[in-house]
């Protein structure tokens, strides 16, 4: 382990609503950690904007923590909210359509299934909570790629390693491009066994307060089933849950 890293973030846990600002002297006698030591740390901290300098005299130099902090806390309430908003609607999709519905977002370079409600079917698909895939693999993945600028969709797909899962894998960057072109034009995303052979993904994307796509409202199961007019059920009734939580999200539509 990284012991420079344990030791800055054991700086910033020492920071509390009752002690809002510390002085070096303070942090050092609190860590154990020499004056030395301690001031490089707070230094490349407050390089990164995780502390603050607050000067009250030249004699009182005093920290706090920064607004970095802040902006990552809010990226967790933010993802924690996203679950509490989509649980109760996923499981009444689940329950109008009886297949497996997920809830799939963006971290990194990478989409990460972060919930599911199961189908009731004894034949049935579902990805594990936590599980990571590519997001040009499957139809919630490229719905979060589809809705990234031109600018990052590239830099990502110029680093993807294409793998073969299936005849139907897109396996090059023309082929993506098309495809998340398509996805972006639609509204949505179809996925035709591009894992599994004889499977069928359905998706659209779920928007926040701020217009931009938080995640993507999945299901999946096999095309024996998800044909004709129960697809066309099943599309509608994703399109209509996803723009739910979307709505409680904060999202309003400029749409009619």
Do not use: C, W
């Not at 020492?14 to 740390?41: G, H, I, M, N, Y």
């Amino acid at each position: 382990m990284n012991q420079s890293v344990i030791k800055a973030l054991k700086l910033l846990s020492f920071f509390s609503e009752s002690e809002v600002d510390l002085s070096l002297s303070e942090l050092a006698q609190r860590s154990k950690l020499p004056k030395a030591t301690v001031f490089r740390l707070l230094s490349s901290l407050e390089y990164m904007g995780f502390v603050v300098k607050s000067k009250h005299s030249d004699h009182d130099v005093r920290y706090r923590l920064g607004l970095k902090l802040l902006e990552l806390g809010g990226l967790v309430t933010d993802q924690l909210e996203l679950r509490r908003i989509s649980l109760p609607l996923m499981k009444q999709l689940q329950v109008d359509i009886n297949e497996t519905v997920h809830l799939v977002i963006r971290e990194g370079d990478e989409a990460v299934y972060i919930e599911k409600v199961e189908s009731n079917h004894a034949l049935r698909l579902y990805a594990r909570v936590g599980r990571r895939s590519s997001l040009s693999l499957g139809s919630g993945p490229q719905v979060l790629l589809a809705y990234l600028s031109e600018a990052e969709q590239e830099r990502i797909i110029t680093q993807l390693n294409f793998q073969g899962f299936t005849k139907n894998t897109i396996i090059n960057s023309v082929e993506l491009l098309t495809k998340i072109k398509e996805i972006k034009e639609q509204g949505f995303s179809l996925s035709f066994g591009e894992q599994d052979e004889g499977t069928i993904g359905i998706s659209y994307p779920v928007f926040n307060r701020n217009a931009k796509v938080v995640a993507a409202l999945s299901v999946s199961g096999p095309v024996s089933r998800l044909s004709g007019e129960y697809r066309e059920y099943t599309q509608r009734r994703t399109k209509e849950t996803a723009k739910e939580i979307s709505m409680e999200l904060g999202y309003i539509s400029s749409r009619a």
